[in-house]
């Protein structure tokens, strides 16, 4: 596979793109733009923040995996103690400056979040939180929860199965259909009453174990080949699909749907990897939107706070502001935390780095 050694170019792009989504939904923008018709329902379903989110996580499966694989290639074996130190410096910093800001906002004026709901962000478990106790300031973080989940057991599987990766291949080609089936009898009992059932890691999971197939599929081969125009002419049936049944929503089990834009989603990733000098990817890394990538986990937590995971605020509520002052409060304060706040941790990274390369 291309780009063992060096940054994937247009990923950052992806990143650009998918965070975009999350903030045009949790400021009604995309809701704004149905209403006027401007924007057609099916369409603004399929890039809304679900979809972002989504993108996130198939991009996450497939790029660690991705990493895993080269630095098993070279050096015969995965390092787990460096895995998780980098893991760590990337991800816990920030996440928990915002959860305790959240809570010094809680302390100051209120009607923030409740004690149970904190509890649940600060043991990344929020994905499991009852709806009677979710947060809107702090509902961004259950998307962290699953990919910290993800990050405990995949590269352990990884480390123990690489030798003989078979095993790998297939455990995913069963998980993935199993899973979904599950999730589509789960989404039909009372557990959805009180929980954000889609959330749970298992079912989340699905899209991240989408993303580790393919990297998978993509770095051994396995007798099978990407060519540009296969991927190309898949990846855009699926766009149309979706776009199908998410027009008309009685076309599929609402949980299957999720997954076909999931497949979609993953597709277009393998096919970036493989056309590295199209016209496409130059256009994500235009400089502009390969700098939103770059900060684009800046923006995703940062966002939480400002702007909350809804765009509608009580009479009495102090926080978080206006949500014209919470995005110019996030133009801000994402691009300075990411210099002076990441920036300097991210160096820290090279110490365990296998091959030097930024992840």
């Not at 975009?20 to 099916?42: K, Q």
């Not at 937590?301 to 002052?325: A, C, E, H, I, N």
Request: hydrophobic share 50%; charged share 15%; glycine share 8%.
């Amino acid at each position: 596979m291309k780009n063992a050694n060096s940054t994937i170019r247009g990923f950052d792009g992806i990143r650009a793109l998918a965070i975009m989504a999350v903030i045009l939904s949790h400021t009604n923008v995309l809701g704004a733009l149905v209403d006027r018709g401007y924007l057609a329902e099916g369409i603004a379903r399929s890039i809304n923040g679900s979809a972002g989110v989504q993108a996130f996580f198939v991009l996450s499966g497939f790029l660690i995996t991705h990493l895993l694989v080269h630095e098993q290639d070279r050096n015969g074996e995965v390092s787990l103690r460096s895995f998780y130190i980098r893991r760590a410096l990337r991800i816990m910093p920030i996440y928990f400056l915002v959860v305790t800001a959240t809570l010094v906002m809680e302390v100051m004026f209120g009607q923030v979040a409740s004690p149970q709901s904190f509890a649940h962000a600060y043991t990344y478990t929020y994905n499991f939180v009852p709806k009677e106790e979710y947060s809107t300031n702090l509902g961004h973080t259950w998307s962290l929860a699953v990919e910290e989940h993800f990050y405990l057991v995949w590269p352990f599987i990884f480390a123990a199965a690489a030798a003989t990766w078979r095993p790998l291949l297939l455990g995913l080609l069963v998980f993935v259909p199993v899973a979904a089936m599950l999730h589509v009898f789960a989404s039909q009992t009372a557990a959805t009453d009180q929980f954000f059932v889609y959330r749970w890691s298992f079912f989340a999971g699905i899209n991240i174990a989408l993303g580790c197939l393919g990297a998978l599929l993509a770095n051994r081969e396995v007798g099978l080949c990407w060519p540009s125009a296969l991927t190309g002419l898949g990846g855009f049936a699926l766009g149309v699909a979706f776009w199908f049944i998410e027009a008309f929503p009685g076309a599929s089990q609402p949980p299957l749907t999720s997954y076909v834009r999931a497949v979609g989603f993953l597709i277009l990733i393998v096919w970036i990897t493989r056309n590295q000098n199209s016209a496409f990817v130059r256009l994500l890394e235009l400089p502009p939107i390969r700098y939103v990538g770059v900060i684009s986990y800046g923006l995703y937590m940062y966002q939480g706070f400002y702007l909350s995971t809804s765009p509608w605020r009580g009479p009495d509520q102090v926080w978080p502001p206006d949500r014209w002052l919470g995005l110019i409060l996030l133009a801000v304060t994402a691009p300075l935390s990411y210099h002076f706040i990441e920036r300097p941790i991210l160096r820290l990274k090279r110490r365990w780095e296998w091959h030097g390369r930024r992840t």
